[in-house]
Nanobody, 126 residues
Framework: QVQLVESGGGSVQAGGSLTLSCEVAGRDSRTSAMAWFRQAPGREREFVSAIRRNGGSTFYADSVKGRFTISRDNAKNTAHLQMNSLKPEDSAVYYC???????????????????WGQGTQVTVSS
């Protein structure tokens, strides 16, 4: 089983920064794509960012473009989400996800991912 563990969540004032990390372990842990989703109270889980295994293709929700940066270290089986210029509307539980054989047209959908972390809370205050 592939297991994902997120870390790095916390509380920060608007305009501040946080970096989330996701460690992947288990058989066949070298997944083809990794992603971050988030879910705020009363809202559906939404796509935030994704990265393919080669690291050359990254994807971002319009709401975070220019502020968030996703990266991965295949040798260490980790992924990161650097979040800058945080806004109160960024407050949510952030989930790391991973999957194999994800086609480009589905990379922004939660249904494409087979493995999920437990989530880490990010709270941005004004």
């Amino acid at each position: 089983q592939v297991q994902l563990v997120e870390s790095g969540g916390g509380s920060v004032q608007a305009g501040g920064s946080l970096t989330l990390s996701c460690e992947v372990a288990g058989r066949d842990s070298r997944t083809s794509a990794m992603a971050w989703f988030r879910q705020a109270p009363g809202r559906e889980r939404e796509f935030v960012s994704a990265i393919r295994r080669n690291g050359g293709s990254t994807f971002y929700a319009d709401s975070v473009k220019g502020r968030f940066t996703i990266s991965r270290d295949n040798a260490k089986n980790t992924a990161h989400l650097q979040m800058n210029s945080l806004k109160p509307e960024d407050s949510a539980v952030y989930y790391c996800a991973a999957g194999d054989g994800i086609i480009l047209s589905a990379i922004r959908t939660e249904y494409a991912y087979s493995y999920w972390g437990q989530g880490t809370q990010v709270t941005v205050s004004s």
